[in-house]
């Protein structure tokens, strides 16, 4: 599939490998010693935060989310509701390849649960289940 465009600092998704609507998804992120997260997390070993590492499975999720329930376009949000039984297995350095893989749990019309892991050379780097909300944006 096609790579996702950089428009946003805060984006943690490359490109999108697989999506099975309503199922699942297999998204990309390159893990680069640029990334300015790594400057001080730790100045002598870069190591990827691991709430960046949820971070990143949230917004691979949300796109499974879009584009399942036919999102896409309308301005809706996905909101990030919880996060549960969050296991950290091994680091994430720069120069990785993180494989995020991320299905549905349960889906209803505003809420979805989902289960994701992070992967690096098939190796689990973390892993949690978390929820999250469609809603519309905020009034401006």
């Not at 599939?1 to 490359?14: C, N």
């Not at 490109?15 to 699942?24: A, C, F, G, K, Y």
């Not at 499975?57 to 036919?70: D, F, I, N």
């Amino acid at each position: 599939m096609a790579a996702l465009p950089h428009r946003f600092p805060m984006l943690l998704v490359d490109r999108v490998e697989t999506l099975i609507p309503n199922q699942s998804i297999v998204a990309i992120k390159a893990v680069s010693v640029n990334e300015p997260f790594f400057a001080g997390h730790f100045p002598d070993r870069p190591i990827m935060p691991g709430v960046l590492i949820v971070e990143a499975l949230a917004q691979a999720a949300g796109v499974l989310a879009v584009e399942s329930l036919g999102l896409s376009g309308t301005g809706k949000l996905v909101y990030f509701l919880g996060i549960e039984n969050a296991k950290f297995r091994n680091p994430v350095e720069p120069g990785v390849l993180l494989h995020l893989e991320v299905e549905f749990v349960q889906k209803r019309s505003s809420v979805c649960k989902f289960a994701g892991r992070a992967l690096i050379a098939g190796k689990v780097a973390a892993e949690c289940n978390f929820t999250a909300m469609i809603a519309d944006p905020p009034a401006a």
